[in-house]
């Protein structure tokens, strides 16, 4: 049996092969070994249902998480999977990869993220190349949840939201100074907590105000991580998380205008993600 897991730092989407049924799908918190430690990814896994009948009978497990980019996040996260699949084969590689694999398949291409993060990588068909972004929410980030978040909560603290949208927004969010400190200074996923605020944008997306918000975050991201290849016209350019699928109008917009050639756009990668997969994995048997 053959596990995928697909983690964003708010959300992670597990699919899982069973022998005579359609596959078993389900969604637990994020992962991102950047935010939790691997007790906490050990005590989120535990405390999933359905993967408990399974876990001695799972032989490989491939997952590909936010926040896994250097060998000592990837072995943090392997090591908290090692005690709960103790029968399985464990692979743990960046959620470029994963996105890579289920935008490109095998062919070249730019792979890009906007979820909760940012990121961007060219992938060659074979392995995602290295990438200078990805560099969280702090650093950058630019046009993802995180991003959008702090843009919306600022915007209100300082009173400079329209009074028709700041009422709109009070309504629909508790929002206080004391409030936004605790969650971002104190408390853990401070990123998944910002990105929390990023459906308003889609909520009240006929707004004016709005849409420039939405227009500059994604000429922000464009301008910073896109244009900064210069073979970017050459290849299609894949993205991938829910900012990217829910505002992806204004997205098309403003890709078209700079000629950046868009292929697909998946809210989670992770069904073509353990369609590939699946797929790979019996081609390996054919051919052994």
């Given at each position: 049996m053959i596990l995928?897991?697909?983690?964003?730092?708010?959300?992670?989407?597990?699919?899982?092969?069973?022998?005579?049924?359609?596959?078993?799908?389900?969604?637990?918190n994020g992962l991102n070994p950047f935010f939790v430690n691997d007790k906490?990814?050990?005590?989120?896994i535990k405390e999933i249902p359905e993967i408990i009948p399974y876990a001695n009978e799972i032989t490989e497990?491939?997952?590909?998480?936010?926040?896994?980019?250097?060998?000592?996040?990837?072995?943090?996260?392997?090591?908290?999977?090692?005690?709960?699949?103790?029968?399985?084969?464990?692979?743990?590689?960046?959620?470029?990869?994963?996105?890579?694999?289920?935008?490109?398949?095998?062919?070249?291409?730019?792979?890009?993220?906007?979820?909760?993060?940012?990121?961007?990588?060219?992938?060659?068909?074979?392995?995602?190349?290295?990438?200078n972004y990805g560099n969280g929410y702090v650093l950058g980030d630019e046009?993802?949840?995180?991003?959008?978040?702090?843009?919306?909560?600022?915007?209100?603290?300082?009173?400079?939201?329209?009074?028709d949208l700041a009422e709109n927004f009070a309504e629909h969010y508790r929002v206080t100074k004391e409030i936004v400190i605790k969650n971002v200074y104190q408390k853990e996923r401070p990123n998944a907590y910002l990105a929390s605020f990023a459906p308003f944008l889609s909520a009240n997306i006929t707004h004016p105000f709005i849409d420039e918000i939405v227009r500059s975050g994604f000429?922000?991201?464009?301008?910073?991580?896109?244009?900064?290849?210069?073979?970017?016209q050459d290849y299609e350019c894949h993205f991938v998380g829910s900012i990217a699928y829910y505002l992806d109008l204004i997205l098309r917009d403003v890709c078209n205008g700079h000629h950046i050639k868009i292929g697909k756009i998946l809210k989670s990668p992770i069904n073509e993600l353990f369609d590939f997969v699946i797929e790979r994995e019996k081609s390996s048997l054919i051919n052994f």
């Amino acid at each position: 049996m053959i596990l995928v897991v697909d983690s964003g730092s708010s959300k992670s989407d597990w699919k899982l092969e069973l022998p005579d049924s359609p596959p078993l799908s389900f969604s637990t918190n994020g992962l991102n070994p950047f935010f939790v430690n691997d007790k906490e990814i050990t005590r989120v896994i535990k405390e999933i249902p359905e993967i408990i009948p399974y876990a001695n009978e799972i032989t490989e497990l491939y997952f590909y998480g936010a926040g896994c980019i250097s060998p000592d996040r990837r072995e943090m996260v392997s090591n908290a999977l090692t005690p709960l699949f103790e029968n399985a084969f464990i692979s743990v590689e960046n959620d470029l990869v994963g996105s890579a694999l289920a935008t490109c398949g095998k062919n070249k291409g730019y792979i890009a993220t906007l979820g909760t993060g940012s990121d961007i990588s060219f992938f060659d068909g074979e392995e995602v190349q290295p990438s200078n972004y990805g560099n969280g929410y702090v650093l950058g980030d630019e046009g993802s949840g995180a991003w959008f978040g702090k843009k919306l909560i600022t915007l209100f603290l300082y009173g400079r939201l329209p009074k028709d949208l700041a009422e709109n927004f009070a309504e629909h969010y508790r929002v206080t100074k004391e409030i936004v400190i605790k969650n971002v200074y104190q408390k853990e996923r401070p990123n998944a907590y910002l990105a929390s605020f990023a459906p308003f944008l889609s909520a009240n997306i006929t707004h004016p105000f709005i849409d420039e918000i939405v227009r500059s975050g994604f000429e922000e991201y464009v301008q910073t991580c896109v244009l900064t290849y210069q073979d970017y016209q050459d290849y299609e350019c894949h993205f991938v998380g829910s900012i990217a699928y829910y505002l992806d109008l204004i997205l098309r917009d403003v890709c078209n205008g700079h000629h950046i050639k868009i292929g697909k756009i998946l809210k989670s990668p992770i069904n073509e993600l353990f369609d590939f997969v699946i797929e790979r994995e019996k081609s390996s048997l054919i051919n052994f």
